[in-house]
C-alpha cells in the first residue's frame, strides 16, 4: 500500500463512518455542561460509554472533590484513552473540552438538541468543542482501521485523546491536573480549534474582582451614605478609557491585533430604596503574546487606585481571578503545522494558514510543560461564524467531516 493509497483508505473510512461521527456527536451535545455550575462528571461518564462501543477504555480520572469545589465547580472526570501501535514512535495527544458557557437566550434550535438542519448541526458546544471529541475519535478510529488492512504502512508510537471539563475556568483542573499528577507527557500537542487555520499562538488572560466598598443607607437621606455604585462607575470609566490606549499596543502575530479589556459581570446593591453599599465589578483582559503578564496586572492595579482615590470614602479591594498566559509555538511543533498545512490544502482545497488567536486556550498549559502543541480541528474561519457563546451555535458537517480526514492523514504522518 503506498502512503498515498493509504491516505484514500482513511478518506474512504471516514465518509463510510460520517453518519456514525453525527450521531456520536450529537449525543455529546445532548448532555448539558453548562460552567458554571460545572456539575460535569456526567458527560465523562456518557462519554466513557459511548467511547466503549469503540472497543476503547476510558480512564476515568476524577479531581478530588474539595479541589473542584474550591475551584468554583461542581463535579469534574477527565478522561484518557490510550491506543498504542508499536514501540519507536512519538505519543501524539488530542485534546477538546467539553465544559461550555449557559445558552443563555435567544436560540432557535434546542441548544441541547443537537438537531441537524440544512447541513449544521445545532446546540451549545457543536462547534466548541464537543465537536473535535469526534473529530479526534473517529480520526483515530480510521487509523486504527487502517493498521488491519494488508500492506498497511507500519504505525509507530501512539494516540492518546484528551477530554477535559475546565477550559472555561482556565484548564488548571483539566489538563492542568492530568500534567500536574504525571499521569500524561506526550511527545506531541493537538488541540481542539477551527479547521481553516493551524494555530500556534494566542493571546494570554487576566480575570480580576474589583470590590467597591461604600457605605449603605436610606434613598431618602442619601447624604448619610457612601454610593458604592457611583464610585464603581468612577472606576469603570477609567477601565473602560484603556480600551482606546491599548490599540496602540499592537501584536505581529497575523490573527492578534491588541490587548482589550472588558466587564463582563456587576453585581451589587440591596434594593431599589437603599444607597447601594457594595458593588463587585468582574472584569477580563486579554494580553497580547508581546505583553509581560505582571506588567499587566500592576498596571491594572493601578488605573484602579488612582480612579478610586477621586471618589472621597469608597475602598476597593482587587483580587486575582485568573492569569492564562498567553501561546507561544515552541520548536518543535513544525511537524505538526506541516502535516496539517499540506493536508488541510488537499482536503479543503485552500491553503492553510498558520496564525494567532485572540483566544486562550488550554494549549499552554501543554506548551508550559515543554510539549509542542498546535491547534486544529471542527469548525469555520473564525468563532463569531460558528456563534460560540452566542445563541444557535453550530457547526457546518462537511467541515467536521474534512477535519477529521485531516486529523487522520496528520496523525498516520507522524506515526510512520
Keep these: 500500500m503506498t502512503t498515498a493509497s493509504a491516505y484514500q483508505a482513511l478518506d474512504a473510512w471516514i465518509d463510510a463512518h460520517f453518519d456514525d461521527e453525527v450521531r456520536f456527536l450529537q449525543a455529546l451535545v445532548q448532555v448539558p455542561t453548562d460552567t458554571p455550575p460545572g456539575n460535569n462528571a456526567p458527560h465523562a461518564e456518557r462519554t466513557a460509554e459511548l467511547l466503549q462501543g469503540f472497543g476503547w477504555e476510558a ?42 458557557v449557559p445558552p443563555g437566550e435567544g436560540w432557535t434550535h434546542d441548544p441541547y438538541g443537537g438537531e441537524v438542519v440544512d447541513g449544521k448541526l445545532y446546540g451549545r458546544a457543536s462547534a466548541v468543542s464537543k465537536s473535535d471529541f469526534a473529530t479526534f475519535s473517529f480520526a483515530l478510529r480510521a487509523l486504527e482501521a487502517l493498521a488491519t488492512q494488508a500492506g498497511a504502512p507500519r504505525l509507530k508510537g501512539g494516540v492518546e485523546l484528551h477530554f477535559t471539563y475546565d477550559e472555561e475556568f482556565g484548564g488548571e483542573m483539566g489538563p492542568g491536573w492530568l ?3 504525571g499521569l500524561t507527557k506526550p511527545d506531541l500537542l493537538i488541540a481542539a480549534g477551527f479547521s481553516h487555520e493551524v494555530v500556534t ?10 470590590t467597591v466598598h461604600g457605605l449603605m443607607a436610606h434613598a431618602a437621606i442619601p447624604h448619610t451614605g457612601i454610593d458604592a455604585l457611583q464610585g464603581a462607575v468612577v472606576i469603570l470609566n477609567a477601565l473602560y478609557a484603556q480600551n482606546t490606549l491599548y490599540k496602540a499596543t499592537t501584536s505581529k502575530v497575523p490573527g492578534i491585533t491588541h490587548p482589550y479589556l472588558n466587564v463582563g459581570r456587576i453585581e451589587g446593591g440591596t434594593n431599589t430604596n437603599v444607597i447601594p453599599g457594595k458593588v463587585i465589578l468582574k472584569l477580563d483582559r486579554r494580553m497580547i503574546p508581546e505583553e509581560d503578564p505582571v506588567a499587566v496586572e500592576a498596571d491594572i492595579r493601578r488605573v484602579i487606585a488612582e480612579a478610586a482615590a477621586t471618589f472621597p470614602g469608597i475602598t476597593v479591594d482587587v483580587k486575582r481571578l485568573l492569569l492564562a498566559q498567553s501561546l507561544q509555538p515552541l520548536p518543535g511543533n513544525t511537524s505538526l503545522v506541516e502535516a496539517i498545512q499540506k493536508h488541510g490544502q488537499t482536503v ?30 471542527a469548525g469555520p474561519r473564525t468563532v463569531f461564524e460558528s456563534n460560540a457563546k452566542r445563541a444557535d451555535e453550530h457547526l457546518v458537517l462537511d467541515d467536521l467531516r474534512k477535519a477529521t480526514k485531516v486529523i487522520a492523514r496528520t496523525l498516520l504522518d507522524l506515526l510512520t
Design 201 to 210: 499562538a494566542h493571546n494570554g488572560c487576566l480575570q480580576m474582582e474589583v
Design 59 to 100: 480512564e476515568k480520572h476524577a479531581v478530588p472533590e474539595a479541589e473542584v469545589r474550591d475551584y468554583g465547580l461542581t463535579s469534574l472526570t477527565n478522561l484518557i484513552v490510550r491506543r498504542r501501535f508499536a514501540e519507536g514512535g512519538p505519543t501524539v495527544a488530542l485534546n477538546a473540552h467539553g465544559d461550555v
Design 179 to 181: 500534567l500536574r499528577q
Design 348 to 377: 479543503f482545497g485552500e491553503r492553510i494558514p498558520n496564525m494567532g488567536t485572540p483566544l486562550y486556550t488550554d494549549v499552554r498549559l501543554y506548551c508550559a510543560h515543554g510539549i509542542p502543541a498546535v491547534i486544529y480541528g
